[in-house]
């Protein structure tokens, strides 16, 4: 398999979870698309000089995670993306009622979401892509331990209600 073939591959498979963690960081669709389109260049750009990485997966959320920061500092005046408006303006609600219920349990879910600490929230939502703690880690620049702490204490709070 040529290194083109790869990298096209780990795109396939993982573009979507990386788009997904950008939008949680508060990037518009655009923007996340073009941080995940730029993320997977740069993965291409470095193994193409030779350099060695030992979890692709990983290397890309750690870059994607820094280019959305990079990108939302730049776009600070504007309001962060919410998922959940899209999804209800492309759904058709036949039971008005179900439909009712349905937008105010998303709305307390997302009001206790918002309530952790942003550490909180990136450790949750990229345990929830499906990495793990010491990957995680890697991604947020933090101990594997950390990692641990932030999700328990986040995962606390939701159990709670406090968040």
């Not at 776009?75 to 959940?84: G, R």
């Not at 990136?122 to 892509?129: G, N």
């Not at 010491?134 to 331990?145: F, Q």
Request: glycine letters at 6%; charged letters at 30%; proline letters at 3%.
């Amino acid at each position: 398999m040529t290194l083109q073939d790869e990298v096209a591959q780990l795109f396939l498979d993982a573009r979507d979870d990386v788009y997904r963690y950008l939008l949680s960081l508060g990037l518009y669709p655009p923007q996340a698309q073009e941080g995940v389109q730029e993320a997977f260049l740069r993965l291409y750009a470095t193994l193409k000089k030779g350099e060695k990485i030992l979890n692709h997966r990983a290397w890309i959320f750690r870059v994607a995670h820094n280019l959305g920061l990079k990108i939302r500092a730049r776009e600070a005046s504007q309001a962060p993306f919410d998922a959940d408006l899209e999804s209800h303006m492309a759904s058709s609600e036949v039971d008005p009622e179900r439909g009712l219920l349905d937008r105010e349990r998303d709305l307390r879910f997302h009001q206790a979401i918002q309530g952790l600490s942003e550490q909180q929230q990136r450790c949750l939502f990229l345990r929830l892509e499906g990495l793990r703690y010491p990957e995680i880690a890697a991604v947020l620049g933090i101990s594997a331990s950390a990692v641990g702490e932030f999700l328990r204490r986040a995962i606390s709070r939701l159990k709670k209600g406090e968040a």
